[in-house]
């Protein structure tokens, strides 16, 4: 097997180190961390397929870059889900999920204020890279604890199994390698 997978999304070109997930499962690591020019340029063509909404939603971690690009050209908020309680929070309120990319159990949490804050409001779940959907359950069940609406998923890339959604808006699909 190739030690690298070459990814075109966004007009962009990568080459993607391939890493193992288990004895079976290799995937190649989308990481958009430090990549200026990919986050700016996925950011801009998502926006392009995506419903209007008020509020962008994601979790803590590799969505975070996307998502800030995201309500920067567009001018709206952004919340990130986090991945444990914090001290400024008043009124936390957790999920649990489970992801391919994180070994165990992730917790997401937002604070109570962060709930009120897209109360009516339309509500843009973002993520980097969609593979179990683990993590897109988690934002949505943290998102219908507020009284706005889910208009819409979306992320850069679907992976695996989630490749065949189509209730998600993404640039692309990444192959998982199975042996």
Not at 48 to 68: H, M, R, S
Not at 72 to 90: E, F, N, V
Not at 126 to 151: K, N
Request: proline content about 4%; aromatic content about 4%.
């Amino acid at each position: 097997m190739a030690d690298t997978y070459t990814l075109q999304v966004a007009g962009l070109t990568r080459e993607l180190p391939i890493c193992k997930i288990n004895d079976h499962l290799d995937i190649a690591a989308f990481i958009m961390f430090g990549d200026v020019e990919l986050t700016v340029a996925c950011a801009t063509e998502l926006l392009k397929k995506c419903p209007e909404f008020d509020v962008l939603l994601t979790a803590e971690a590799k969505g975070i870059p996307l998502t800030y690009e995201m309500a920067r050209q567009s001018g709206k908020p952004w919340i990130p889900a986090r991945k444990k309680a914090k001290l400024y929070m008043r009124k936390p309120v957790v999920v649990e999920d489970e992801s391919i990319t994180t070994t165990g159990k992730q917790t997401l949490v937002l604070d109570q204020k962060d709930l009120d804050a897209m109360n009516g409001k339309r509500i843009l779940i973002v993520d980097d890279v969609i593979s179990t959907g683990g993590s897109l359950h988690a934002l949505e069940t943290l998102a219908a604890r507020s009284t706005g609406t889910i208009v819409g998923r979306c992320a850069a890339l679907l992976e695996g199994d989630s490749m065949a959604r189509t209730d998600v808006i993404a640039l692309g699909k990444l192959p998982c390698f199975e042996h």
